[in-house]
């Protein structure tokens, strides 16, 4: 069983600074994408940032010079460093692992999420 473990979200100002982490476990053969989403009450989820095995990376044009991803293949984990935050960063993050093959079924590949971690930033 795959599971998706985030860590780092927390209260700060605005203007300041947070990195999120998200390690993926479970008898993980290769992940293709990995990243993060957030989703305010009463909306939907939308994509915040994800990243390929192959280093490429996509961000939402709201987070574009601010936020940046990362990620450790090796150790099956992603990033987000988070800075100059805003108040309508305010959210819940969620780690989306996509394209993830296990040892035990090479032949098939599957989506997994975390369960969140908050973000709040007051001005």
């Known amino acids: 069983q795959v599971q998706l473990v985030e860590s780092g979200g927390g209260s700060v100002q605005a203007g300041g600074s947070l990195r999120l982490s998200c390690a993926a476990s479970?008898?993980?053969?290769?992940?293709?994408?990995m990243g993060w989403y957030r989703q305010a009450p009463g909306k939907q989820r939308e994509l915040v940032a994800h990243?390929?095995?192959?280093?490429?990376?996509n961000y939402a044009d709201s987070v574009k010079g601010r936020f940046t991803i990362s990620r450790d293949n090796a150790k099956n984990t992603v990033y987000l460093q988070m800075n100059s935050l805003k108040p309508e960063d305010t959210n819940v993050y969620y780690c989306?692992?996509?394209?993830?093959?296990?040892?035990?079924?090479?032949?098939?590949?599957?989506?997994?999420w975390g369960k969140g971690t908050l973000v709040t930033v007051s001005s």
């Open positions: 990243i390929t095995s192959g280093g490429s990376t």
């Open positions: 989306a692992a996509e394209g993830v093959v296990t040892i035990t079924q090479l032949w098939k590949s599957e989506a997994y």
């Open positions: 479970g008898n993980i053969f290769s992940i293709n994408v």
